[in-house]
């Protein structure tokens, strides 16, 4: 009997990871603040969400409070295509939502 080969991509694909249980409370909120965000960038541009940018790639900006271009350009996979499209909306953004959780202020 011959084995099967494993796909990996798949295992991989089905252990989602739950950022509410990764992320510490302030991170998780500025983390669903880019996800809404992101999610209105994929519809605008008629795009699948990952290619704005990924889950891993938004926890790491609000896990690190990423807040300027050059922070955005560290990221893994964060290349000039994505830098050209959305880093200067994607900094604002972030200083607005952690200056929102600095203040304390809705």
């Not at 704005?52 to 050059?70: G, M």
């Not at 990221?75 to 994607?90: I, N, P, Q, T």
């Amino acid at each position: 009997a011959s084995e099967e080969p494993v796909n990996t991509k798949i295992a991989t694909k089905e252990r989602k990871i739950d950022y509410r249980e990764v992320l510490d409370d302030e991170s998780f909120r500025i983390f669903a603040i880019l996800r809404t965000w992101r999610k209105e960038r994929a519809a605008m541009q008629g795009v699948p969400l990952y290619t704005v940018a990924t889950n891993e790639q938004l926890a790491q900006i609000a896990r690190d409070r990423i807040s300027t271009k050059a922070g955005l350009e560290k990221l893994d996979g964060f290349g000039s295509s994505r830098m050209g499209k959305y880093a200067d909306e994607l900094v604002t953004l972030c200083h607005d939502s952690m200056g929102t959780l600095a203040s304390g202020d809705s």
